[in-house]
């Protein structure tokens, strides 16, 4: 398999390039930091510290720190005037929590901004993904007392780690399904995935594919959007939002989803009900050293381009709103 999708990959990456790079204007290096960025940034270091630092490794070996996990979520909802829900499924016997909440606009379209709150066995998981946890409950807080047009949903997923990983004991894998069963309009998802790791030095950034990264940065200084071929429309939509904000370098691509590392987060669960999805990621594995390791702790992560991710992607989120 490995050799065909690189042949693959090497054979057809001309005939389908305009599917993969996303074209737009980029910038070098990260802005500095306004005063409302700042205090983001503050509200990541918290957040990053309890998942990653207090909390630590959570998951179905590490239950009680996994429910923990939940409780500081739905606390930090509440907190934020918003009233979460637990959408609870058994694995083995144990109760498991996705943890949504859900701001109701005019429009019975759904966007949907989800983020995984288990950590993989070994690992507190900072990066991977109480980054995505921190950005979504921050994300959650700035539009909690907004009206907006489309019906927000912000929600918190157990469970993606293997062994549970493109399982149908996935937590978004579950909530996706019921999604669908009930007929929601989720017009966006949009998965939040390791986003905090950035570096500067040459050759920081590589690639599943060589072919893939003869057209790419080797530096890695930005943040990636990634997407399947089906939801490539949405990609092209939310990252030329998220370059008008010009602080933070950006790169896109929709690539067939079989390609390692498209489909590795809740996005795919969603792919595998018809909803379009996006993932925003530092790339992970190809990028992040302490990748599922007892290393990744908070000290790891660059909290300056990490609040900067943030704030643009809120700026995608209020358009998206406006235009869905």
């Not at 990959?9 to 500095?32: Q, R, S, V």
């Not at 409780?71 to 943890?99: H, K, M, W």
């Not at 530092?282 to 300056?304: E, G």
């Amino acid at each position: 398999m490995f050799v065909f999708i690189i042949s693959l990959a090497a054979a057809g990456i001309a005939g389908w390039w305009f599917l993969l790079k996303m074209p737009g204007k980029n910038i070098a290096n990260a802005a500095e930091l306004s005063r409302t960025e700042i205090d983001l940034r503050d509200e990541l270091i918290v957040d990053v510290r309890t998942l990653g630092g207090e909390i630590g490794e959570r998951n179905m070996w590490r239950y009680a720190q996994l429910n923990a996990a939940a409780d500081f979520i739905e606390s930090s909802f509440l907190r934020a005037g918003l009233q979460p829900r637990r959408d609870t499924y058994q694995v083995n016997d144990l109760p498991c929590d996705n943890i949504e909440v859900e701001i109701r606009g005019a429009s019975p379209q759904i966007v949907l901004i989800g983020a995984h709150y288990d950590s993989v066995l070994g690992a507190p998981g900072a990066n991977d993904n109480g980054s995505g946890v921190a950005a979504l409950l921050a994300l959650a807080r700035r539009f909690a007392a907004r009206s907006t047009s489309c019906t927000l949903r912000f929600v918190a997923f157990v469970n993606e780690e293997p062994p549970y990983f493109q399982t149908k004991q996935m937590g978004s894998f579950v909530y996706a399904g019921r999604c669908k069963a009930r007929g929601d309009q989720i017009a966006a998802m949009i998965s939040l995935e390791t986003i905090g790791y950035f570096s500067d030095a040459p050759r920081s950034q590589t690639y599943p594919i060589p072919a893939i990264g003869a057209f790419y940065p080797r530096t890695g200084n930005f943040i990636g959007f990634v997407s399947n071929l089906h939801s490539r429309a949405l990609l092209r939509r939310a990252i030329a939002l998220f370059r008008e904000q010009g602080k933070l370098p950006s790169e896109g691509a929709a690539l067939p989803s079989f390609i390692p590392g498209v489909a590795w987060s809740d996005q795919w669960s969603f792919w595998e009900h018809g909803y379009p999805g996006i993932m925003i990621t530092d790339t992970a594995p190809f990028r992040y050293p302490h990748y599922h390791s007892a290393t990744d702790t908070p000290d790891k992560l660059d909290y300056d381009r990490f609040a900067l991710v943030v704030s643009g992607m809120q700026k995608v989120i209020e358009e998206l709103d406006k235009s869905l």
